[in-house]
């Protein structure tokens, strides 16, 4: 994940590339380390590079990353010429690099040749069967032709072999939750908080498919994890808060009063909505009245 301050290290080099103010190679430079989709700056940047002979030499090494690099982002904008432009001298510069042969298959992917794209994806996979990039285009092409069942598939065979990717496993757990298979999304958001327990995002998007299956013991859960992740945000979770005041005003109504749990926890609920209410005030007065009155609505 990029952190905030990486963030707006990327946004300020690009405000200063934008307005002509230099650093260009630092901002691609960048946008590589953190492997960012920021396509349209690159292809533009960067072929001011590689269309400037002194520039271009002056790289060194590097220049062939940045060929790679444009090739692409040119991908992603649709600038197919301009991709296959890249790969040839790519191809002249390495020929048979299988680092070559994935972008080949990407352009084939870009053109919309999916069988084409997938033959040399298998061919890829053959000679190296642990090629995380040719594993991830493979669910990223079936994404892309809409096939869903496709993309879960890959997706569970990659982390057969990639257990310790964090990414894949948000990627199928979002996928189930699209699919509306919400018991499915619960397995892999618990494997992630297992992997990674101080991610308040995991511990928000649980809470969250809780919520929605429903049932007493499923809105407990919830509430405590919509509680952990007002814990590792410092209070900071609008969503969490208005999580614990859903999850309260629903158990509520299941136990009618009944449960021992419930009433001590209505501290917790006095001070979320409390927690609301002054977030409220200070980022979006004009809402607090729409706020309040949906807190009441809950008889909170």
Known sequence: MVTKTEEEEVNRLENQVENGG???????????????????????HG??????????S????????LYEQVAVAAMDCQSIDVAKDCIKVLQRKFPGSKRVGRL???LLEARGLWSEAENAYSSLLEENPFDQIVHKRRVAMAKAQGNTSAAIDWLNKYLDLFMADHEAWRELAEIYVSLQMYKQA??????????QPTVPLYHLAYADVLYTLGGLENLQTAKKYYASTVDLTGGKC????????LCTSAIGQ?????SKEDK???ELQSLSAMALEKDYKQRAPSKLSVLSSTLRSLKI
């Not at 230099?22 to 533009?44: A, I, N, P, Q, T």
């Not at 619960?186 to 992997?195: D, K, M, N, P, T």
């Not at 609008?238 to 005041?245: D, E, H, M, T």
Request: proline letters at 1%; glycine letters at 8%.
């Open 58 to 65: 002056a790289l060194g090494p590097e220049e062939w990353t």
């Open 264 to 266: 001590e926890s209505s």
């Open 238 to 245: 609008s969503r969490a808060l208005f999580g614990i005041c």
């Open 104 to 106: 080949e298959a990407m």
């Open 254 to 258: 299941l136990t009618k009063g009944r």
């Open 186 to 195: 619960v397995f892999f958001y618990e494997e992630l908080i297992l992997s």
């Open 22 to 44: 230099g650093g260009v190679w630092e901002y691609l430079c960048l946008v590589h380390k953190l492997k960012l989709r920021r396509s349209d700056m690159v292809l533009k």
């Open 47 to 56: 072929l001011s590079i590689l269309n400037d002979s002194k520039k271009r």
